[in-house]
């Protein structure tokens, strides 16, 4: 099993920064992928991005964030961050980390998930 526990959300004005934290616990050995994933009111699950839990850190982006958002590891912490910066009120939504392990189906496990509001 894996737990995640997502952190850092909160109120912030338009063009404003925040950084979302993703620690994982338990058998973190088996992941191998990291997803932040966002959803917004009467909206569906979107993934934002996505990074490789181990070996290169090259991380890829929905279209909607990239250049604004970037992901990063501190694998010592077992850690996630999703730096999000020109934030925009189209950005308001849960945001939740998932992880695939390599035992088990994509995006098995998930966070309790941590609001970001961007008011105008």
């Known amino acids: 099993q894996v737990q995640l526990v997502e952190s850092g959300g909160g109120l912030v004005q338009a063009g404003g920064s925040l950084r979302l934290s993703c620690v994982a616990s338990g058998r973190t050995f088996r992941i191998i992928a990291m997803g932040w994933f966002r959803q917004a009111p009467g909206k569906e699950r979107e993934l934002v991005g996505r990074?490789?839990?181990?070996?290169?850190?090259?991380?890829d982006y929905a279209e909607s964030v990239k250049g604004r958002f970037t992901i990063s590891k501190d694998s010592a912490k077992n850690t996630v961050y999703l730096q999000m910066d020109s934030l925009k009120p189209e950005d308001t939504a849960i945001y939740f980390c998932?992880?695939?392990?390599?035992?088990?189906?994509?995006?098995?496990?998930w966070g309790q998930g941590t609001q970001v509001t961007v008011s105008s």
């Open positions: 990074i490789r839990w181990s070996g290169g850190a090259n991380a």
């Open positions: 998932s992880a695939t392990t390599m035992t088990g189906a994509i995006y098995e496990y």
